[in-house]
C-alpha cells in the first residue's frame, strides 16, 4: 500500500496516482564515440570513462521534438487511452516555436480527443518533473482523468565544443493516472529554486552557453542539500529505497551523486545493490547521450527495463535537476506486475540505429533549415521514421504520420 506523507506524519489516502505506462522514442541515427575521439585527436577514455558515454544519438532536420515526442507516446497509447486523455504537457528546452505549443502539435498527430488541455513547460532539464507534479494534482481533482506527459529534447552544443561528446536526442512519454500500473507516486516531492547561469541558451543562439566546472558543481551541492532536506522532512534514509534515479547529463556526473548520497550507514550489501541498479538506470543514456528533460526519465525506464532484481513494493527515489537552476527529489514505489508494459528487448533495438561518420554526423545533426522567399521548404529522406517533418509551408510546420 502507497502512503503519501505531511511534513510531520505519514498518513494514508485513498487514491494512488502514478506512471500507468512509460515509452521512449529516439532517432535512428547514432555515432559512436570512438569515432569521434579520434577525428576530435582524443583519447576514447576521455568519453568511455572520463563520460561513461558510447554512442549519442544524432537527429536529421525530419527529426525534431515533435516527432520524437509523438513516436514516445504512439509506443504505448492505446485507441481508447487516446480518447481518454484530457491533458497533454510537453516538457523540453528544445522549443520549435515561441508562441505554439509542441503538446499542441502532438496533439494532433496522436488524434486525441479534443477537449483536452495542451501546453509546454520550460525549466531545463527540471521541466518534466513539474509537469508530472502538475499531472497528479490534475489527476487528483478529476480522478477518471488520464494525463499525457512527454519530456522531448535534441541536446545540440556544435562541432568540436567541450560538451560536443555529451549531445544526444530522445523522448520519453509517460501516462499519468490513478491506479498505476508502473509505479506510484509518494506524496513526498521536495524541490529547491537558486537564481544561477550555469547554462542557458538565449533566442539569438542555436546552441547553449554553458559553464561547464560551475554547472557540475551546482548540480552536486544542490543534490546534497535538497536531499538533506528531503531526509529531514520525510524520514528518508537511503535504506529505504530500491534504487536512485539521477538526472543524467552524462552518467559520470551521476555516479559522483551516488557516491556522495552513500552514508557510511549502509551495509556493503546494500551499496553493492544501488551500485548494480545505478548501472542498470545508465544504459540506456550510455547508448543516447543526454536528452535533458527526459534524461532522468530514460534513467528510470532502463532501470526499469533491465535491473534483475527489483520487485513490487520496492521504493525508486528519483533525482531531478535543471539548469538555472531548479532540483528536485521525489520518490515512487513499483507496483504488482509492474513489468507488463515494458519492453526487455529495447537494447537489441538500439543497436540497429545506422551509425554515421564523423562527417556525416556534422552534416546531418547541423543542417539548417533553408526557406525560399515565400517562407517554405520540403523534405526528404524520413521513411524510416515513424513521424516526420514533411515540409514548412509559409512559416508553418507540417508534420505528418510516415505510413509504412
Known sequence: MKRFFTMNEKTEVNMTIGIDKIGFATSQYVLKLQDLAE?????????????????????????????????????????????????????????????????????????????????????????????????????????????????????????????????????????????????????????????????????????????????????????????????????????????????????????????KMMDKTLSQEKKDSLQENFDKSILYSQMIGNIYTGSLFLGLLSLLENAENLKAGDKIVLYSYGSGAVSEFFSGELVEGYETYLDKDRLSKLKQRTALSVEDYEKVFFEEVELDESGSAQFAGFENQDYALVEILDHQRRYSKVEK
Open 39 to 259: 577525428a576530435r585527436g582524443v583519447d576514447p577514455e576521455k568519453f568511455s570513462k572520463g563520460l561513461l558515454l558510447n554512442e549519442i544519438s544524432i537527429a536529421p532536420l525530419t527529426e525534431d521534438i515533435v516527432t520524437l515526442a509523438a513516436s514516445a507516446s504512439n509506443s504505448i497509447l492505446t485507441d481508447k487511452e487516446k480518447e481518454e486523455i484530457d491533458m497533454v504537457i510537453v516538457a523540453t528546452e528544445s522549443g520549435i516555436d515561441q508562441s505554439k505549443a509542441a503538446a499542441v502539435f502532438v496533439h494532433g498527430l496522436l488524434g486525441i480527443q479534443p477537449f483536452a488541455r495542451s501546453f509546454e513547460i520550460k525549466e531545463a532539464c527540471y521541466g518534466a518533473t513539474a509537469a508530472l507534479h502538475y499531472a497528479k494534482l490534475h489527476v487528483e481533482n478529476s480522478p477518471e482523468s488520464k494525463v499525457l506527459v512527454i519530456a522531448s529534447d535534441i541536446a545540440k552544443y556544435g562541432v568540436a565544443t567541450p560538451g560536443e561528446p555529451t549531445q544526444g536526442a530522445g523522448s520519453v512519454a509517460m501516462l499519468i493516472t490513478q491506479n498505476p500500473r508502473t509505479m506510484a507516486f509518494n506524496n513526498d516531492n521536495v524541490a529547491q529554486t537558486r537564481d544561477i547561469m550555469d547554462f542557458w541558451r538565449p533566442n539569438y543562439s542555436t546552441t547553449p552557453y554553458v559553464n561547464g566546472l560551475y554547472s557540475t558543481q551546482q548540480y552536486l551541492d544542490s543534490l546534497t542539500t535538497t536531499w538533506d532536506e528531503y531526509k529531514k522532512r520525510y524520514d528518508w534514509t537511503m535504506n529505504d529505497f530500491a534504487a536512485i534515479c539521477f538526472h543524467l547529463p552524462y552518467p559520470k556526473l551521476a555516479l559522483k551523486g551516488l557516491r
